[in-house]
């Protein structure tokens, strides 16, 4: 199915089928756009983006703003939406519709905002210009975890500095971006070609990036994905702002306030599964309070609810076969290299869903730096907590890793503190709490987490590129 210059068409690529995470049964069947399919889409992009660019940005504000509102007025329908496909607690579907429109929401308000400079020139009689010109048209590629935020995070930015898109959903969940087109379309109607849609999965998704009509490639996923997005994008110097994946440390500190480590861990290795960039992946605890930790964390994860996402849970399940089969794997490595099960252990059972991906929250000990748990994001359910004994244990392990997003800090010391986020080797780091990002900082990752980044100030800008004009009047 493709949005393509203000209009529905059918893909004629294979269909891929989409499942519902808590029965495992099939709920649609999205076919998939051909790269000459992708190519009409980029086609209607750039015919609508001079004219786009043009307009005053108070007027792409508008549109987002518009946008926004039509969400937030249809949010319980998006959230229901990503419950079924995502298999996410309805509480967090709904703070996900909200996370979008506040995407929308900060980027128009940037519509006065962004700014140009003059400086003298160095010959008599000139001054010189510089401005922020879009970059062109943007391919917005979206992971299943979170595909309504995403695809804001993206289009946003994009849109309001006069940028036309190409969007593509993950094959996993393509169903609310779909419902979302929708609504743009009936209720808040951009101009024909600003923003289009493409369906499909790694093919559609390498169309658009090897097209030579993409100007930039905005993508969300995994390492390995980013790594050959980049790579294709590297044959035309096509732009790429990569966010990839994490594996994020969260340091507990003798000092810290333990309920709040506890309950703050427990919500960023839970929420989504697990299934977030930003998810604690694991814990190094002080050694005089390990064993007070560990108790307390095994019986918070205890009292977990895990059931079907439509109910007051807090912990849905996993979103597809595959991810539950790579968690599973990840732990059966764990426990082969000598980690021991404090809770939990693997496939879990809910009355009425027998065919859902249901993975039951799970505790390790016995785990080593160095052990692939401990190292590879396992993106599920699973939490290895290592005793650390000073600091700088604390920090080399933390940073041994290839990964370089989120990483979390407990301590009421000012020294720690400010000496873990001196030290640490991540984009994003957090003392005393844990998630989410707020749309007006920066999400970005460093080393193999990604290259770029969004959000704010900063990753608006990265829809831009500089042009200087020399104004020659002497
Ligand atoms: P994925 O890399 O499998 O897929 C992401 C998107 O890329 C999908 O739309 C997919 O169809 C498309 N794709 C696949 N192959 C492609 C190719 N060769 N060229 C172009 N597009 C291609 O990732 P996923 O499984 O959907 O998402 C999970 C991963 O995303 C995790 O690693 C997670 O950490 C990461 N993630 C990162 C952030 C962040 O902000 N850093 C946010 C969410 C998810």
Partial sequence: MSFVDGEWREASGTPIAVTDPASGEEIASVPSATAAEVGDALDAARRAQREWSRLPATTRGDHLRAI??????????????????????KAQ????????????????????RIEGEILP??????????????VGVVGAICPWNFPLAVLCRKIAPALLTGNTVVAKPSEVTPLTTLHAFRLVAEHAPLPPGVLNLVTGGRETGAALVADPRTSMVSFTGHRDTGKSVMATAAERLTRVSLELGGKA?????RDADLDLAVASIVDAR????????TSAERVLVHESIVD?????????????????????????????????????????????EGATVLTGGGTATVDGYA??????????????????????????????????ADLDEALAIANDSRYGLSAYIFSRDYGTVMRTVDDLDFGEIYI?????????????GFKESGIGGEDGKWGLLRYTQIKTAYHHFG
Avoid at 68 to 89: I, M, N, Q, T, Y
Avoid at 121 to 134: N, Q
Avoid at 294 to 302: I, P
Avoid at 303 to 320: K, T, Y
């Fill in 68 to 89: 926004a509102g039509v969400f937030a007025d249809h949010r319980e329908a998006l959230a229901d939406s990503l419950v079924r496909e995502v298999g996410k607690p």
């Fill in 93 to 112: 579907a709904l703070g996900e519709v909200e996370f979008a429109i506040g995407f929308l929401r900060y980027n128009a308000d940037w519509d006065r």
């Fill in 121 to 134: 020139g160095d010959v008599p009689g000139e001054v010189i210009h510089l401005l922020r010109a879009p």
């Fill in 249 to 253: 440390p969260a340091i507990v500190w």
């Fill in 270 to 277: 839970h929420f989504n599964a697990g299934q977030v960039c």
């Fill in 292 to 336: 007070d930790f560990t108790g307390r964390y095994v019986a918070a994860v205890e009292a977990l609810r895990v059931g079907h996402p439509s109910g007051e849970v807090d912990v849905g399940p996993m979103v597809s076969a595959a991810q539950h089969r790579k968690t599973s794997a990840a732990l059966e490595t764990a426990l082969r």
């Fill in 355 to 388: 065919g859902g991906y249901w993975f039951t929250p799970t505790v390790l000990g016995g785990v080593r730096p160095g052990m692939s748990v401990m190292t590879e994001e396992t993106f599920g359910p699973v939490t290895p907590i290592y005793p650390v």
């Fill in 432 to 444: 005393n709490r844990t998630l989410g990002e707020s749309v007006h900082a920066h999400h970005a």
